[in-house]
T-cell receptor
């Protein structure tokens, strides 16, 4: 039973255009959301995060939007660059009073074409 | 640079032969995690340590065990690997809630 869902396995966009990666979750107790980027043969690297008290967080070309009522978040990359081509994982965590445990989606492969 | 290092990057083991994967960190983070990721699937948490406190996920098979002898090192032991245990194993560390994880590069395990 997947609590974090990335329903589209892949996305292809042209360089300079916007990339929009979507993520849905089912656990209403999740209060912190993150996006990780993964290149082949490397571990995931942190990209951007958002707390449930916010609906938007921006860092340079990357913006994450959170819609709590819809249990949906999205990552916008503008403008997209060929170096952004990677697998992107959405992750979420819940404050249970213990250690943080991230629940990941399956990932989405983004290809940015020159 | 402070980092999380996993050795080896690639490991081939025989069916049923015990294998150990290792992870070390120079970040001095309290928490260390082991995730299993099979092809086209989400990384799945196996267990984690908060300092010396071991936390096993309910659905982690008994075949998988872990050791954390000190802050810097954590090991994943697979007692009797089966073909279904072939996967990428990711080690991660964290310094606390809402700080996210720092991942190692992973160990790809092949069982023959």
């Amino acid at each position: 039973d997947q609590q974090v869902k990335q329903n589209s396995p892949s996305l292809s966009v042209q360089e300079g255009r916007i990339s929009i990666l979507n993520c849905d979750y089912t656990n209403s107790m999740f209060d912190y959301f993150l996006w990780y980027k993964k290149y082949p043969a490397e571990g995931p690297t942190f990209l951007i995060s958002i707390s449930s008290i916010k609906d938007k967080n921006e860092d340079g070309r990357f913006t994450v939007f959170l819609n709590k009522s819809a249990k949906h978040l999205s990552l916008h990359i503008v403008p997209s660059q060929p170096g952004d081509s990677a697998v992107y994982f959405c992750a979420a965590s819940e404050d249970t009073g213990g250690s943080e445990k991230l629940v990941f989606g399956k990932g989405m492969k983004l290809t940015v074409n020159p | 640079d402070a980092m999380v290092i996993q050795n080896p990057r690639y490991q081939v083991t025989q069916f049923g032969k015990p294998v150990t994967l290792s992870c070390s960190q120079t970040l001095n983070h309290n928490v260390m995690y082991w995730y299993q990721q099979k092809s086209s699937q989400a990384p799945k948490l196996l267990f984690h340590y908060y300092d010396k406190d071991f936390n096993n996920e309910a659905d982690t098979p008994d075949n998988f065990q872990s050791r954390r002898p000190n802050t810097s090192f954590c090991f994943l032991d697979i007692r009797s690997p089966g073909l279904g245990d072939a996967a990428m194993y990711l080690c991660a560390t964290s310094r606390g809630y809402n700080y996210g994880y720092t991942f190692g590069s992973g160990t790809r395990l092949t069982v023959v």
